[in-house]
């Protein structure tokens, strides 16, 4: 509403959609001077980068919004049915460690081992956003409308065979085609699924709930590590107004332990803190075992310090890296994802078929933005 009317608040939190469309707009106020004030140097880049754009008008470079977590999609995995089928987990989980671990564990109905999201709504995009990256491809490397043609390589194929193999040998759930963001949740919390691919609102609410699950639940971070966005805009106003607005964030943001409590030690780790020095802080609180922290079977920062993530899923496309409003119209067609992966699972259609189809979907979206 507010890019629609132009009758904007001082300041907004983002947690989906809107940033890249405001930016677009010309409606956002620089944050650089903000981020100097905070300490440049204690953020990670990655955090900084996707909303460093140019401006709308004058064509300078500035920081145009903030992400005030970093909200990372963990696998949750069940501790209990590792050590009963005496599986040891490793200092760093991989990849091919969980997808291992997944079969081994894997009897359905009672449990599935991957009880991925694969109906509408944003944990099916996200959840590709994932595997597509952890295979070595990506979606779109530019606003054109040939952007997405990565899509339609040779990681995509390979992903989508193997998925077909993961529905067809049932370590995924026959009905998560159908499933919504709340499924998969409800699924683990349950006791239906060894791994899920989400963030610690999971955890917090089987903690909340005094759930049984809590001690055999535990977390991992598997790079590339997918983080969602939730941002803080300042809307171009008068000189004063906009200075009033930083000012407000800069005493938020300032005591940076505080903050980390808040968002992390009270909140079950949800969100990572966006500055380094709070990062380590966490790192040692994983070491010490300390509180909800016990529950991360790694250290969780280590991914984030190497560079081994992607910021605001939502709203950047990989590998292109920064906020665009095409990008938005893509990851919220929640029901257009579901149609797709019911084409290449419950039709059998042949992967590169799917993956042609999908690249050429996002393309039309694309070219709509580069005029």
Known sequence: NAIETKVTPDITLVTEYGDALAWAAGLLAPLDDLVFRLGISDFWPEALGVMALPDPTTGEW?????????????????????????????????????????????????????????????????ILYYLVALYGGGFVTEISPKGADIFNTEPTWRLFEDLKKWWKDGIIPPDSISWGDIDNNLAFMEGRAFAIHNPTTVLATMIKNNSPLVPATGVVNIPPVVEAKESILVFRSTPEREALAKDLLYYILSNKERFRVEICDKAAMYGLPIFRSQGNIVSQKIRAKEGVYARALHDLVEPIRRGEFYMWCNTVPFPYGKAHPAWEAIMGSGSEWARFLNKLLVQDAAPKAVAEEIAAWMNSILAKWAK
């Open 62 to 126: 500035h920081i145009w919004g903030l992400p005030i977590i970093m909200e990372p999609f963990y696998w949750h995995i069940r501790i209990d049915l590792l050590e009963k089928a005496g599986i040891e987990i490793p200092e760093y989980p991989t990849w091919e460690w969980l997808l291992d671990a997944a079969y081994k564990v894997n009897d359905p109905p009672k449990v599935y081992g991957l009880a991925i999201t694969l109906g509408g709504g944003m944990d099916t995009p996200t």
